[in-house]
């Protein structure tokens, strides 16, 4: 046997899909040394002539910045130069009031980014590599995992190829193709489930200060939620001064709103001090021309083929957008699934004799990622359809209000000083999560968004006992004021006949 029949060459993957989850993932394959080729169906987003997608902003938070910080630390400081602080919810009433809602004791901030320039920012990326090679305007046809080979069509010119790959990466959406072969050869439990809201986007555009000048409407760090009970409207900045607006509601309601005229008068009515920075030629402009977009929820079981194919981001975790943790639990996905490549010692080389076996490091990587992450996708899931019921109504309510001031009392006097987001990198680059942690009172927002250390799952087990608690404190404080009702009636029934 020759010395060149057992040389080594370095392995080849392929992942499907060039949005934010899947260009991280080819960043950290090329980092490893992989030789990695990324397909993309759609055109490149830099391009003017490519077609405008759905584009709710995006909120990145401590779970997708440190993420990215783990895979490259320079480019997740170039990145947030392009992001927006927002330190907490402003909460406008239908009366025109407003109050603000920070998000943290210590004024940690969640980041509004424009998903287009987020998508331009991966791809120039990936671009700048020199192990990854990028196709836009090609579409997976099929893929046959035991054989290692992907059938792609350039949809340029219709030729079909059919490279060969070690791995697999399916980070190609709510409705992946990769996913959909996936399923022939894997015994995977699978559920989609459509909510009965529907959203569409609106724009408000920016405003003028005295001297000409371009200037926010709004407060640009905040977050705005306009809550309506059954339906809300958000706004999050963009770096121009503008705002992107979403508007949720149910399905039924918005098929009644089937006219331009009937859809204004419904917005004035509901949200009066939002149309008045919109304006209503603007409105009606999107409300003729922008899509009306579902919502969907998918949770499957397993995660991963053997040792040569995976499902990250959406392709695997579709959920609500309204914990903001959708990007976040994504880029995660590509933290985890590194610090495993790191834990197992997987390499970026073969044997070409070994190129029909499977390889047992690989392997257990995948295999111990669907068998560690699924707990977790199955609780952010959950709690971002939570946080829907919290976010158009609860926000709004007293007992919402009390309960949340007793929450932070408690944070205040039960927790130590907070852990910054740059003193977890270092554990976040080798480690899935800390240990013994969390430690004292942390409010849910706190331990979803600002505490990347803690597993989701963890946070849910945390919470649900944390809720046990303030549930009782509420029994008991309810028994105290009904008890102290009956002694002062008593009291006032025994004055009254004296």
Partial sequence: MTPQAISARRRRAVVVGAGPVGCLAALMLAKRGWEVSLYEARPD?????????????????????????????SMAQRFMQTAIPMKGRMIHQLDGKWNSQLYDRDGQCINSIDRALLNEYFVNEVTASDNIRVFFQHKVLAVDFDCRNITIEDTNNALTTTPSFDFCVGA?????????????????????????????????????????????????????IWPRHSYMLIALPNKDCTFTCTLFAPSEELDRLNTPDI?????????????????????????????????????????????????LGDAAHSMVPFYGQGLNCGLE????????????????????????????????????????????LLAINELAMDNYVEMRHLVTTPIYLARKALDNLLYKISSP?????????????????SENEPRGWLPLYTLVTFRPDVSYDTVRRTVARQSAILTGVGFVGAAMLLGLAGVWMSYATKSRYR
Wanted: glycine share 2%; charged share 25%.
């Fill in 45 to 73: 987003p830099r391009l003017s002539s490519a077609s405008q997608q759905r584009s709710i902003n995006l909120a990145i938070s401590h779970r997708g910045i440190s993420a990215i910080q783990a895979i490259d630390g």
């Fill in 172 to 224: 190609d959406g709510s409705y992946s193709v990769v996913r959909r072969q996936l399923m022939r050869v894997v015994r995977m439990n699978y559920q989609q489930e459509y909510i009965k809201h529907e959203y569409m986007e609106l724009k408000m555009p920016a405003s003028q200060d005295d001297e000409g000048c371009m200037k926010f409407a709004l407060d640009p760090n905040h977050l705005h």
């Fill in 417 to 433: 000083q907070y852990r910054s987001l740059s003193s977890l990198i270092p554990l976040l680059s080798d480690e899935l999560y």
């Fill in 263 to 311: 859809f204004l008068n419904w917005f004035r009515l509901n949200f009066p001090d939002a149309l008045q920075e919109i304006g209503e030629k603007n409105l009606i402009h999107d409300f003729t021309h922008n899509p009306r977009s579902s919502l969907i929820c998918t949770k499957l079981n397993p995660y991963h083929y053997k040792d040569r194919a995976i499902l």
């Fill in 333 to 376: 996905d590509v933290r985890i699934l590194n610090i495993l490549f790191n834990q197992e010692s997987a390499m970026s080389t073969a044997s070409e004799l070994l190129t029909d076996q499977e390889d047992e490091q690989m392997k257990r990587v995948l295999s111990r990622y669907s068998q560690e992450r699924h707990k977790d």
